[in-house]
Every structure is written in structure tokens, then in C-alpha cells.
């Protein structure tokens, strides 16, 4: 346990290192908690698709209408009610391919029309997001519909928080979206238990990226690196990009985040049995080794494979019901019993990734009510799934290690000016 004193300096510490940081980067902003964006980031300026001509001509003569879709209006009802021709919208809607976007307009965006003195419709725009606007403008008696995409910048910030309530209210406090902060979970969803484990006082360092568009903050970007302390432990990640544009986290020497197995092959499902060698069977009412976890989970409820593999068996087997039974190279295997049925498309011989659905929950074989039984083993023997430790999925590959490292050094060193100094965080119980 944190004693309150050292919970305060814990505090005091940390702020004073934010400050430094938020110092070292210049902040504009210096409340110490709140995210920072970095002057020294680097920011990324892609290249418009096309030069943004979004305006709709001021020419005289000209009548403008904004209209804000209303939930239940379809683009037809609105040309209706502004008396515009509905044989225009014809046009555009089968100019291209892209006409047809405007068939699928959402309510509260916004469509202007700009009609000439005559009142044919000369452009029509629709802000589909805060970057792409569709427009159909006449053009010798044809529509023509391009899609304008403004440039996007992306701008790198950082920010940090101790856990104090949970990690989504403490990281929003921290300035970080939810996207950002299930992002944030996900990445050490591996090591960290979030639903049983996490502990007042743990606290977390994440290097990002925001997403501007005319000098405004439109959305967040990727992590880039982040630290999570849990219980006095450290846990660092760093984002790696390859060629093909395959993103995952490593820690900052090359091993993945990952495990080559999921913990639990169903979400949010509540364990009903654990693995115990004596347990008493609650249908056979004797004493059977329960060689696996029980799910309990609603029928119909997807059952993902642990770990990449290949489907070895696929059908019935006694009080197991309908089982598949994954291979997971040589020494590893998953079986998932009580199935109500199996995922359509699939084999026995057929390959399957980690997390791909396989079957769903269901009652099938011997079972008192709907769940998943699942058992893990190793070259044959079974282990509990709960506790048996997982072999990390594969490491930066040896061709991609110089590649690695150059590319994660920027966002692990832009961490290690905000990180708390290692001194603390071993003092730390
Ligand atoms: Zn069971």
C-alpha cells in the first residue's frame, strides 16, 4: 500500500517533471497534465489530392442555400422542398461514381446550393467530414462530381497521468479521447489486467499524434510510444510502421507486445468454472477434472481462436458437443467445446488468425446452460489458461531491426524526456 505521504510526493515529483518537460518542448500550455503539442514535433504535411476550391463562387445573381439535413431527409425530399429540379439531381447522382455519394447524405451536415438567376442549379456541395467536401458543379450543360480533400497536418503531442479513479476518466482528464485511451489499452492489454489489476497510483506516458486540418484539431492520430507503470512495473512500447504499411507495438528492443495467444477467447464473458483437477462434474455429479475454463456467455456470442493456427477437428465429440480443436504449430493446441455452431467457411485443414471468429457459444453436448469450455495445451498436456505463461508472439524481424530502430528512435527519445526518472519509479512499491 501507497502511504498518503508518499502518494503527495509521488505527486509533487510528477508534476515538477511535467513542468520540465512541458519546458523542454516549449509548451504553449503550462498546467503540466494537460497534453502538450510539441514544437519540436515533427509535422507531417501531406500533400493535397486537390487544390481546395471549396468556396462557392460569389458571383452576382448567384443565390446561395445552406441547408443542415435533418434526421429522415433523404437529398430527393430536400430538392423537393427547396423547388430545385429533381432531373439535375438525376444527373448528378449518375455523373460518376462519386455522384452517387450524395445519395447517402447524413443528417447535421451540411448541403449548399448555389442556383443562378434563372434557377438552375449551378454546385452543389456536401462537407461530408472535416476534410472532404463533394461538389458537382455544371459544367457545359454536365455535372461533374469531385470529391476535394483539404491538406491534413499531423502534429505530435505528448501528455502523461496518474491513475487516481480509472483509466478512462484519468485519461480523459489527461486530454486523451477515448479512441486514444482504448488505443492506449489495447497496447498493453497483454501485460496489464485494466478490468483487475490496475492500481491508484499507476500511471502512464503516451507520445501521439493529432490530426489538424486548417490549423484545427479534427481528430488523434497513432500512438507513437507510451510507458505504462502498473503495481511498480514498466512497461514501454514504441509503434512500428513496415513497408506495407503494417503497424504493430514492440518494446523498444524489438519484442512484440503481443503474445502468440489471446488470454480469453470470448469478450466480455464471465468465467463460471476454472481449471481444477478435482472438481465435482455438475451434470455427472462426480468428482472429473475440469481441464479447462468455462465461459458463461449468451448463446450465439463469437468465440475467437487464441492464436494463429490451423483447424485440426471440427465436429462432435460426446459431452463436448460441437468442438473445434486448433493446431498451433508443434507444441500448443486450443479446443473450444458446447459450440451452438461453427463459423461458416471453415475447415478442418483450414488456417486461422488470432481473434478470427471459429464458432459461437452455445449449449451443445453436456452442458447446463450456454458457455464456452476452452482448454489450452501444451505438447499434449493440459494447462490452466488462466495462469500458463504465454509464449510473446514473434519479435522485429532481424532484416527489419536497423529499420526498426531508426524509425522508433525519435518517438522512445521524445518518451524519455517526459518519462518520470527511473530513481522514483523503482522507490515506487
Ligand atoms: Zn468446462
Redesign the pocket.
Known amino acids: 500500500m501507497i502511504t498518503n505521504k508518499f502518494r503527495s510526493l509521488f505527486l509533487g515529483i510528477t508534476v515538477i517533471v511535467t513542468l520540465g518537460a512541458s519546458y523542454a518542448f516549449t509548451s504553449p500550455d503550462a498546467s503540466g497534465l494537460q497534453p502538450t503539442v510539441s514544437k519540436l514535433s515533427l509535422p507531417v504535411i501531406q500533400p493535397a489530392m486537390t487544390t481546395p476550391s471549396v468556396a462557392i463562387p460569389q458571383r452576382k445573381n448567384f443565390k446561395i442555400l445552406s441547408h443542415q439535413i435533418k434526421a429522415g431527409e433523404s437529398i430527393s425530399s430536400i430538392f423537393s422542398a427547396l423547388d430545385v429540379s429533381r432531373t439535375d439531381l438525376h444527373k448528378i447522382i449518375h455523373a460518376n461514381k462519386l455522384g452517387e455519394q450524395f445519395a447517402s447524405i447524413a443528417p447535421g451536415k451540411t448541403l449548399q446550393l448555389s442556383i443562378d438567376a434563372s434557377g438552375q442549379l449551378q454546385q452543389l456541395t456536401y462537407h461530408k467530414n472535416a476534410i472532404e467536401t463533394l461538389k458537382a458543379e455544371l459544367i457545359h450543360n454536365k455535372f461533374n462530381v469531385e470529391l476535394i480533400s483539404k491538406p491534413i497536418e499531423t502534429r505530435i503531442a505528448s501528455t502523461q497521468a496518474i491513475i487516481n479513479a480509472s483509466l478512462f476518466l484519468d485519461g480523459q482528464a489527461a486530454g486523451l479521447s477515448d479512441k486514444l485511451i482504448m488505443q492506449l489499452a489495447d497496447i498493453f492489454a497483454w501485460d496489464i489486467d485494466f478490468a483487475l489489476s490496475l492500481r491508484k497510483g499507476d500511471m502512464f506516458t503516451v507520445v501521439y499524434e493529432k490530426i489538424f486540418v486548417e490549423n484545427k484539431e479534427i481528430d488523434s492520430g497513432n500512438i507513437l510510444s507510451a510507458e505504462f507503470i502498473n503495481r511498480g512495473h514498466t512497461y514501454t512500447a514504441v509503434r512500428f510502421e513496415d513497408k506495407d504499411g503494417t503497424a504493430d507495438y514492440f518494446t523498444p528492443e524489438g519484442k512484440s507486445m503481443r503474445k502468440a495467444f489471446l488470454r480469453t477467447p470470448v469478450d466480455f464473458a464471465r468465467i463460471s ?1 476454472r481449471f481444477n483437477l478435482k472438481r465435482k462434474h455438475p451434470v455427472l455429479n462426480r468428482i472429473r477434472a ?1 481441464k ?3 465461459y458463461a456467455a449468451r448463446s450465439g456470442t463469437p468465440i475467437k481462436t487464441t492464436g494463429d493456427g490451423k483447424i485440426i477437428y471440427r465436429g462432435r465429440k460426446g459431452g463436448y458437443g460441437r468442438v473445434v480443436i486448433v493446431q498451433h504449430g508443434q507444441k500448443y493446441s486450443s479446443l473450444y ?2 459450440m451452438s455452431r461453427y463459423k461458416k467457411g471453415q475447415k478442418v485443414g483450414s488456417h486461422v488468425k488470432q481473434g478470427q471468429i471459429i464458432g459461437y457459444v452455445g449449449k451443445s453436448g453436456l ?1 447446463t446452460g450456454a ?1 464456452l ?2 482448454e489450452f495445451r501444451i505438447n499434449g498436456v493440459h494447462r490452466n489458461p488462466l495462469t500458463v505463461k504465454l509464449p510473446a508472439a514473434k519479435p522485429i524481424k532481424k532484416s527489419l531491426f536497423s529499420a526498426f530502430k531508426k524509425q522508433t528512435r525519435v518517438h522512445l527519445a521524445h518518451l524519455n524526456t517526459l518519462k518520470i526518472p527511473p530513481l522514483i519509479a523503482q522507490n515506487y512499491p
Open positions: 468454472s475440469h479447462g475454463v468455462d467445446a458446447h452442458a458457455h469450455h476452452y
